[in-house]
Each structure stands twice: as structure tokens, then as C-alpha cells.
């Protein structure tokens, strides 16, 4: 029997952590959003005083006495969920040694300032030495950590729990052959979707209105939020109350600004919407990282991205779009955002052929683990795939194997989750649909019915149910890639007559 004055203190233990996090995530905001050049380093220093306060606090034996404490409670399952959490946490924390983390930590700075020097002389054999070091230290973390069948596993768990390389290669082969295949068919169609009509000077005051109107329509709180510009857009949430999104502009297309700020407005939809109860505790966080993704593309691709969500929403576009822009149609907003080209460049790609780019990363980051590749043999099997998969060879290492920064910062096992997210969004998709005739609420502008599917399936739960299971409880059925591709080969086909 615990009593009441145990369960107060770690309460208060908590509180203590989320005041802390929330600290941290401050002066983070604070640096990407605000800081003068010469503020930097003692902006740093303030955020590694109080980040390593917060891992004092996470390894504590203080929080261990709680841990063990309300781990095995059969009376208050939150409690319980909260402190398998915390041990979680703890584990992770503990497991690595600090002489160790703390080397990695330094080589991680050293190693992006390469890759940046790497990327701009677009030679690989610079980086080369840089990416041997941060896969050696990615396979001593994944051996404290322990794993079972595949190595890679312990490193996807990072991001997305429970998720393996076992249930991956049961579903990318698939849905990469139906990529594939659609792609060859537009390819060869002769439909030319026409973005002139779009690409006009659009003022940067006014796609910031439309994108606020926009948002406020799929149900972002503008009480509880806030929209700003970054160079990257992203989202970042203190807590349910104040979240905070950025896009960018570009007066000649206001497509990105737009489509931008309906991605993170979906990453923050989620975040605005965990269950009171789960306030000042670790479970207020998103399930996962897939799980997150999964909800920005579904506002961003499956709503946004719809025909009827332009004809809902043709006047408020006109109401903020200059004049130029007013004999458009639902029609010609949907179809020109909708262009399918295969690029060298993961960022710029569009939703049939990204989750290429992802498993050509995903199959490499898998070899380089386990020691199945020569680090030389890289650029050229990274060339090699580019041509299988999307038809186009990359004439450099920069747009190549050097775009991306996640692997000098060591980032191993996270590109997967933005395909795992479109698959996820895709089979939540499909139940909601057939609960709520998704094209009608959208068209009937509707959408906070769509939002409050969502929270009732996903959002309020927050960290309390792991992703694999709020698939699960939600569509009746494990991970399932065919959802996604019926979404794109039916969208696509249609749109270029295929
Ligand atoms: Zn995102």
C-alpha cells in the first residue's frame, strides 16, 4: 500500500523534471528563433547547465526510489505508466557510459563541421573517416543497450518503440515494387500538370494570413500556439498550452509556406490535444516519432492535399491571395501541388517517390551497421540505387550521399519514420473513412470531426500507448502497407490519367 505521501513526492519529482524540460526547450526556442551571432556561447552553456541538471534528476536514486516504488502499482495504472516511463529513461541514461557519451558528444560537433566541408567540396573521402567513427560508436551504444535480432533494431527504438527491422522488411520490398510501378506509369503519361499558374509573386504578409486562416480551420489553438518563420520549418511544444510552429516563405510560391505550415500545424494539433491528466508528466510527449510524423503528412498530405479541401476552402484563399490569383480554381490549386518528378534531393521530393529516398537510406544505414559494406563502396552503391529505384544518378557525392546531416550527427534509425508515418496515416485513414466519409466532413468543412477522431484514436494518449499498439486499438490491424499504396496509386492515377 502506498501511501498518499509518497505518490506527492514524486509528483513533485516530476514537476520538477517537466519545469526543467521546459527550460530547456525555452532557451532552444530562443536560439533557433532569436539569438544575436555573439550570444551563442553563453546560450549554450546556459543550455548544457540545465540539461545536465535534468539527466542528475532522470538517473537519480532519488527517482529510482519512485521508480521501484510505482512501477508494480495495481492500484493507479498512471501512475504506473508513468514511472515505466521514467525507468525507461532511466535505463537509457545509465546504460551508456558517461566518458563515452561525452566523447561522442564532442566528435558529434567535429563530425558536422566536416561533413559541412564535405558537402561543400562534394567529396566524400573527407567525411569518409568522420562516418566510420560514428557507426563504431552507434554499435558500442546499441551493445549496452542490447537488442535481439538485429542490431539496427535498438537503434529504430530510439524513435519509434517497438518498431523492427523484421516488420520493415516485411513491408518496404512491397511497397516499393508499387512505387516503382507507379512511377514507370506517370512517367510515361502524357498528362503535363501546369504550376505556372501558381508560381506568382504572393506577398509574404498575405501567405501568412492564409496559412493562419488555414490553420485555424484544421483546429490549431491560436490561444494555445504560435506561428513564426525559420529557415527549416519545425515544431517545437513546451507543453499542451504553448505550441510553437514556423514556416518559410517564398514570394514566388506560396505552395511551400502553406503546405509547410499545414505539416507542423499537424505536429502541433497533436501535441495541443494529450489528455489533461497526462500535464507535468514524461507521458506528455507524442507516442512516437513516426507516430508524430504520421500526424503532420495526414493534415499536410491526406487533408491539405485534397480536392475538396480547396473547393471548402476556395474563398478563404481568395480572400487572402492578390488579385493575379483570383480566376484559379479548387481544381488547379489541387492538381498543380501535386507535380511527381523523381529528384536527386530528398527534401524537395513528392510523396510517391520520398519513401525511395528513405529506403535507400534505410538499407545502407541497416549494412553499415551490421559491417556488411565497405565505407569506400558507399557513394557508388548510394549511385547504384538511385538509378534502380528512381531512374536518376546523382552527377556529385553533395546530391548525393552527402545531402542529408543525420549521419554526421550520428542520427542512425531515424530516416525510416517518415515513411513509417505515411504508412501509419494511410491505415488510420482508411478506419476514419469508413466512420466518417472523410472526403464529405472536408468538404462540409467539418474538419474539427476529423481532429477529434484523431484525439479520441491517437492524440490524447500521448506517450501512454506505444505507436504499434494506437495502430492497433485504432484500425483492428498490425501495420499494413497496402493502405498506402491504394492512397497514392488511387490519387495519382487519376491525376495523371494513368
Ligand atoms: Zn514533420
Not at 236 to 246: E, G, L, S
Not at 400 to 407: E, F, S, T
Request: charged content about 25%.
Amino acid at each position: 500500500m502506498v501511501i498518499q505521501k509518497e505518490k506527492d513526492a514524486f509528483l513533485a519529482l516530476l514537476k520538477e523534471q517537466s519545469v526543467l524540460k521546459n527550460i530547456t526547450f525555452m532557451m532552444q526556442w530562443d536560439t533557433h528563433a532569436n539569438i544575436p551571432p555573439k550570444g551563442l556561447d553563453d546560450r549554450l552553456e546556459s543550455v548544457g547547465y540545465i540539461s545536465e541538471k535534468l539527466h542528475q534528476l532522470n538517473t537519480s536514486d532519488k527517482m529510482k526510489y519512485y521508480i521501484d516504488l510505482f512501477k508494480e502499482d495495481p492500484d493507479d495504472e498512471l501512475l504506473r505508466q508513468i514511472a515505466l516511463e521514467c525507468e525507461a529513461l532511466y535505463d537509457k541514461n545509465r546504460k551508456i557510459p558517461q566518458q563515452l557519451h561525452k566523447e561522442f558528444v564532442m566528435l558529434k560537433a567535429k563530425s558536422e563541421a566536416v561533413w559541412q566541408e564535405a558537402r561543400k567540396q562534394s567529396d566524400f573521402q573527407l567525411f569518409q573517416p568522420y562516418l566510420e567513427k560514428m557507426v563504431a560508436y552507434n554499435q558500442q551504444f546499441t551493445d549496452y543497450w542490447g537488442y535481439d535480432a538485429h542490431r539496427y533494431d535498438a537503434l529504430l527504438n530510439q524513435y519509434e518503440p517497438g518498431m523492427t527491422v523484421e516488420l520493415l522488411d516485411g513491408v518496404f520490398p512491397k511497397l516499393r515494387t508499387a512505387i516503382i510501378d507507379l512511377l514507370g506509369r506517370i512517367n510515361g503519361s502524357d498528362k503535363e500538370i501546369n504550376e505556372s499558374k501558381l508560381t506568382k509573386y504572393f506577398p509574404e504578409a498575405n501567405q501568412k494570413e492564409l496559412s493562419l486562416a488555414l490553420l485555424s480551420k484544421i483546429g490549431f489553438d491560436g490561444q494555445a500556439g504560435r506561428l513564426d518563420t525559420s529557415v527549416h520549418p519545425y515544431t517545437f511544444a513546451f507543453h499542451k498550452n504553448d505550441v510553437r510552429i514556423t514556416t518559410r516563405y517564398n514570394p514566388n510560391d506560396f505552395r511551400e509556406s502553406v503546405s509547410s505550415a499545414l505539416h507542423e500545424g499537424g505536429h502541433a494539433l497533436y501535441e495541443q490535444n494529450f489528455a489533461d491528466k497526462l500535464r507535468n508528466t514524461p507521458l506528455a510527449e507524442v507516442s512516437s516519432m513516426g507516430m508524430h510524423e504520421s500526424q503532420a503528412l495526414y493534415w499536410e498530405s491526406f487533408i491539405h492535399g485534397s480536392k475538396e479541401f480547396w473547393e471548402a476552402n476556395l474563398d478563404v484563399f481568395k480572400t487572402h491571395a492578390p488579385k493575379e490569383f483570383h480566376d484559379l480554381t479548387a481544381s488547379d490549386l489541387y492538381q498543380s501541388s501535386h507535380v511527381v518528378k523523381p529528384s536527386l534531393i530528398r527534401v524537395e521530393a513528392d510523396e510517391v517517390t520520398y519513401p525511395l529516398h528513405i529506403m535507400i537510406r534505410y538499407e545502407l544505414e541497416k549494412a553499415l551497421l551490421d559491417g556488411e559494406v565497405k565505407m569506400s563502396d558507399l557513394p557508388g552503391i548510394w549511385n547504384e540505387k538511385m538509378k534502380d529505384y528512381l531512374g536518376v544518378a546523382p552527377p556529385s557525392d553533395r546530391e548525393g550521399i552527402l545531402q542529408d546531416i543525420h549521419w554526421s550527427s550520428g542520427d542512425f534509425g531515424y530516416f525510416p519514420l517518415y515513411t513509417i508515418g505515411m504508412m501509419y496515416a494511410a491505415q488510420l485513414h482508411h478506419t476514419m473513412d469508413k466512420e466518417l466519409h472523410v472526403k464529405q466532413r472536408v468538404r462540409n468543412n467539418e474538419l474539427e470531426q476529423i481532429k477529434g477522431w484523431l484525439t479520441d484514436h491517437v492524440y490524447q494518449y500521448g506517450k501512454s500507448k506505444k505507436p504499434l499498439d494506437i495502430l492497433m486499438n485504432a484500425t483492428n490491424e498490425p501495420l499494413n502497407p497496402d493502405y498506402l499504396i491504394t492512397y497514392l496509386t488511387g490519387k495519382y492515377s487519376d491525376l495523371y490519367e494513368v
